[in-house]
């Protein structure tokens, strides 16, 4: 490990403790070169599986690319980042304990549905007509009729 801030290799660890979430090792160190403290965190490498996209081309998972699409829906509505945060977290984790090495970019999209359907309508009705990719108005009616009809039920429950 390399100091920050003289680039001398050689360091000592002072304290090592685990992060507050538990997914990580935070070690404060004191470089051996030039005695100023820095701050590392060690993670355990997880490997997410590949997704394969509806035309069968396969990419490396990117989480921003699922933050960025929740965002894009969320935009202008009442929702915080941490919500925001919460649900990117849950879609990784979810993909993490996906069994195999590939996952179809439709699973992670029904699964960005699902969440945002219970965070906020207008967010879902946002994203799913891009994920779904209405041909007509009617094809929107369709959806919107489904969400009442799903909204209804959970109010009599």
């Known amino acids: 490990m390399k ?4 680039g001398n290799g050689e ?5 090592s403790r685990i992060s507050k979430d538990g997914s990580a090792i935070r070690r404060r160190r004191e470089c051996l ?7 590392t965190y060690e993670y355990v490498e997880e490997v997410l599986p590949m997704v394969v996209k509806k ?3 396969r990419e490396p998972f990117d989480r921003t690319k699922i933050k960025n699409g929740i965002q894009k829906a969320c935009e202008k509505r009442p929702i915080s980042t941490e919500a925001i945060d919460t649900v990117v977290e849950n879609i990784e984790q979810d993909c993490y304990e996906f069994q195999g090495q590939e996952i179809p970019s439709t699973v992670i ?3 960005i549905m ?7 309508a207008v967010a879902y009705v946002r994203f799913a007509s891009v994920y779904r990719s209405f041909r007509d108005i009617g094809d929107f009616m369709d959806e919107l009729k489904d969400l009442l009809k799903a909204k209804k039920k959970e109010d009599r429950i």
């Not at 699902?114 to 906020?120: G, I, N, R, T, V």
């Open 3 to 6: 100091c920050p801030f003289c």
């Open 109 to 111: 999209g029904e699964k």
């Open 55 to 57: 035309d069968g081309r």
């Open 11 to 15: 360091n000592k660890v002072i304290d």
């Open 33 to 39: 070169g030039c005695g100023k403290r820095f701050t």
């Open 114 to 120: 699902k969440a945002l359907q219970s965070l906020d």
